[in-house]
């Protein structure tokens, strides 16, 4: 037996309708009422095709100037994390410099002339508190080298390019916004240069590079600030980058897809972000003074601090080889006390960074702040000196000096002793006993040895290191002893003695008596 179905074609159109509509009914509902846009679509992986040599969107807003570095970034930097940038010392890197202003936009710069101020600067705040020192450093282990160069013969459209001998890491020129303009620079130190040694294969501390704009002013220097930029740089040896950027390839190619998600894809060029002028932009390279600090690097500075009041009087000045206490920071000295301060304890390469601290603030920086902001070996010596610890001398001496007497040496035992207390008897018979002051004063020795001995002394005598021939010291019966370096080491603390300075037999030099 055979059924036959017999529907008109009204009835099965309509079925056919009904049953689309069902299969559409349960699309979009995951996503809830106002939760679907088109840019959740385009996230998904199938759409995810753009152009790897093209910056985010969020780095090409609209900004007056706009600075491109030629050169990768590595794909080995996180979403949101800023860009990172491989360059080879000393390799010639092309910046190109646009003028990126609306129609309307500065007007006043239509047709006229802009100065940049490029720069390499530190990343790391620690080392921005003490970039001074770490460059200063570079400079005495690498004299007459620059940090950065512009590359004159390649760059294009720039004008009047100039650098200053105290400013090794900046340069400055001109450009036409009306024409194309690069620039070529050159960084000539490596990231590894300022990370401290210790086992071999530490990690290179990164760099800025960062260009300051600005327009000519009425006076007509260009000191009226447009726009600053700057993007994170780290710096190998000659074609280290290279090998870097191509580990950095390697190992994200190695990572899965969703890992891969997480980080940023690499671009053929590096545009500088905005950023806060730097802090002296405002004064050129050209215009700059002789920054205030030494010629010395931090690795070479003493321990030894500024002799107290004690070690000297009137008529001899203190030893500045002596150890004792310098004088103690006041929590109620002024900004001005407090420079005052830092200068007599040798910190001249920290007034600046100081500038606006009193005595109460320095004092309320930790060991760890000024070791943060100063390196470890300025910044435990700036603690030690502002809580008054003072290294512990191996060996003090008291010495008063005698009066000069033309004998010679065979006659040294003449001579008259300023004894505190001296005996005498009158034509009666009567003893009488008189007594005179004597200033002693205290030599510090770091040293157990003869000539730190001597070297002291000749300070505290006022006498010409040059002139002084032996020195003796008195012993049993009168004997004169040669003063040697096993004498010295084996003296007891804080001995005291008299010295008694003779004329040599020619009289020309000058013989030392330890009594």
Known sequence: MAWVLKMDDASIESGLVHDFDASLSGIGQELGAGAYSMSDVLALPIFKQEDSSLPPESETKNTPFQYVLCAATSPAVKLHDETLTYLNQGQSYEVRMLDNRKQEELPELNNKMVKSIVRVVFHDRRLQYTEHQQLEGWKWNRPGDRLLDIDIPMSVGIVEPK???????????????????????????????????????????????????????????????????????????????????????????????????????????????????????????????????????????????????DSSSPNHPAD?????????????????????????????????????????????????????????????????????????????????????????????????????????????????????????????????????????????CSLPLGTINQVYRQGPTGIHILLSDQMVYNLPDESCFLISTVKDELGEGLHLILK
Request: charged fraction near 25%.
């Open 163 to 309: 650098t200053h001998p105290s400013q090794l890491n900046a340069a400055e020129f001109l450009w036409d916004l009306n024409k194309r303009s690069s620039v070529f620079v050159q960084v000539h130190c490596i990231s590894t240069e300022f990370t401290p040694r210790k086992h071999g294969g530490e990690k290179g501390v990164p760099f800025r590079i960062q260009f300051d704009t600005f327009a000519q002013g009425e006076s007509g220097e260009y000191t009226e600030h447009l726009h600053s930029a700057s993007c994170q740089i780290k710096v190998f040896k000659p074609k280290g980058a290279d090998r870097k950027q191509k580990t950095d390839r390697e190992k994200m190619e190695k990572r899965s897809p969703q890992e891969k998600e997480k980080y940023q894809p690499s671009y053929d060029t590096t545009i500088l972000s905005e950023c806060s002028p730097w802090p002296d932009a405002y004064v050129s390279p050209n215009q700059a003074a002789t920054p205030s600090f030494t010629s010395t690097p931090l690795s070479t500075y003493t321990t030894s601090s500024v002799p107290d009041s």
């Open 320 to 460: 500045p080889g002596s150890l004792g206490n310098s004088e103690q920071l006041s929590a109620t000295a002024s900004i001005q006390d407090a420079q005052k301060w830092l200068l007599k304890n040798r910190f001249n390469s920290y007034t600046r960074l100081f500038t606006h601290f009193s005595g109460s603030d320095l004092l309320k920086l930790t060991r760890d702040d000024l070791v943060q902001i100063c390196g470890p070996a300025d910044g435990i010596r700036l603690f030690n000196a502002l809580k008054s610890r003072s290294v512990r001398p191996r060996l003090t001496v008291y010495v008063c000096q005698e009066s000069l007497l033309e004998s010679p040496l065979l006659e040294s035992p003449l001579l008259e002793s300023p004894l505190l207390e001296r005996h005498s008897t009158n034509e009666n018979g009567e003893h009488s006993i008189s007594s005179s002051l004597h200033v002693y004063h205290a030599l510090y020795l770091e040293e157990l040895t003869a000539a730190e001995l001597i070297r002291k002394m000749a300070c505290v």
